[in-house]
C-alpha cells in the first residue's frame, strides 16, 4: 500500500489517532476538504476482527436536531432531539452495536455550528463513540471543542504530494463505512407535502427549524415528530406514510389526501392514526404496553392505566378496573376473557372477565403468581391453559395444566414474549441481545433465530390470523418487522419516534404504540 503521507495530508496523523486506545476520544481536524471522506473509506488490510465502524456524518447546512437524528440513525438508536441522543447513549442497553468513530465534516460550514459542537463534545465523553471534527481555527465552536482534553491533527503540519487525479485514495477497508450527501442547496416549499417529500430531509429539516414560527398546516410538528424515520427513509413514498402516520387531525384538511396519494407507492397502508392533540376521536395517551382482545384494544399508560380502544378506528371503550399500581409492562388477554398483567416489579395480576373462570384456571393463575413474587418475570403472555413468562437470565417458562417446561433462549434478559394459540402452541421471544427465537414447549427450540438485529427487542406479540401466524417485533433502534411465521417472509416499518410497543390484530394488521401516537397500518 503507498505511504499514507503521500495519499493526503493529514492521514498518517489521523490514522495514529485512530489506533491509539489511550488517546483523547475527541479529535480535531482543521481544514482539510476531503480527508473525512478519504478515512470513511480507507481501512487496514485484511480482516479476521471485529473492527470499529466508521459513519460520515456531513455537517454542511445542518442543524443539531438533525445531526441527532443522523448520527442516532448510524449508532442504532432512537433520539427525539440533541439531548435525547445523549441521554439515550448514556443509558440504554447497546446489544451487539459496535463501536463507531464518528466524521463530521465542516462543522463551521452548519446551520448550527455552535449547538453541534455541544452535542459532538457531549457524544464525546461517552464510551460508545470517538469523534473526528473537521472544523476551522478562531471560530465559536471551535473554541468550545478545544476546552477539554482534545487529538488535533493540522494537514498543514504535512508534506503532500498531490495525486495526479486531485481525488482521495481509497484503500481496502475490512470496517463499516456508512455515508450520505449534504443538504441540497434549493430548499422547497415547507407547506407543499409532496415537496417536502421529495427534498432532501435534512434539508427539510433545516428549514422547519429556522422556520419555528409557522406550523405549515401541520407538516412541521408531524416532520418533527417523525424527523429520524424520514431522514433515513429511502423513498419519497416511505416520508409520505411516516408523515401520515403522525399528522394530527387538526392539521390543513388538504394534507392527508396529498400525503395519501404521495404515499402510494409505499409497502404499507396507514389504516388509522391517533396522535397527541387529537379529538375525533381522542389520543389515548402514551402507550407503555399494548395487547389485542378480540376488537378491542387494550393500552397502558405511563402511569398503569390500561385504556380499552375499539380495533377499527381506536374509539375509546373505557379503563380496565384493575388493582394495579406503578407502570405495567405487559398485557396478556386469555382466552376466557381474563386479563393478565405484569408489572414493573415482575408481579403478576388477574382482571377477572365477566364469565366464571374454571377452578383449574384460577389455581394455574395463583400458582403462577406465588412463583412470580419469589422470582420476578420481565415478560408475559397467555394462551389457553397456558402462562408464559421469561426471565431476567434469558430463560422462558411456560406454565401450563400439565407442568412446568423451560427454555434458555436468550443471553441476557428476556424482553418480550408471545403465545400462539394453533394445533401446535408455540412460543416467541425477544431478548436484549436482539434475537427473537420460536420455542414450542416440551421440544427443543429452534436452532436459528427467526429474526435479529444488534440492538435489544423492546415489543414482541404474535398471534393466528387467517393468514396463518404472525409476530410483530420492535427493537430499540427504532425499527419494526411483521413475520409471516410459516412463510418465512417480513416486512419492516419504522414510524419514526422510540417504538415502545406492538401487536397484530386478528385481521393481520400492525399496531405500534408510541410517546405520542398509536398508528395502525396493513401491508399492501
Known sequence: MPSVRAELPGASALLGWL????????????EAPGLLDWLAGHGPRGAGRRRTARALVPLTDQTALGTAWAVAGRLGVVATSPADLVRVLATTETGRAPRTVLLLPALHAAAEPVPIAELLRDLATLGRVRVVVETREGTPEHALLAEGRVARVDPRDEEHEERPDGGAARGETGETAETRQGPADASPNLSDPVAVCAADPFTVTTGYVRDASDEHGGLRPAWLRAGQALCMARTPADRALALLAVLG????????????????PARWRLRWSRVVGDVAPPWPGPVAALAVQGGTLLAADLGGAVRLLGAADAHPLGR???????RVIALAPAPDGTVLLLDERGRLHTVRGREPRPPYLQRLTEAVSATLTRHPGTALAAISGSVVVGDRLGSVHAFGLTGLHQASLHSGRVTAVGAVESETPFVCSGGSDGTVRLWTPGRDPEPQPLAERPSPVVSLHATETPHGP????AWSDGSVELHDIEQKTHRSYRPGPPVRAVAVTPDGYLLVGLDEALVCVERT
Open 249 to 264: 387531525d387538526g392539521a390543513d384538511p388538504r394534507l392527508r389526501p396529498a400525503l395519501e396519494e404521495a404515499a402510494g
Open 470 to 473: 404472525f409476530a410483530a417485533v
Open 19 to 30: 489506533t491509539d486506545p489511550e488517546a483523547p476520544r475527541l479529535c480535531l481536524v482543521n
Open 320 to 326: 380496565l378496573d384493575h388493582p394495579v399500581t406503578g
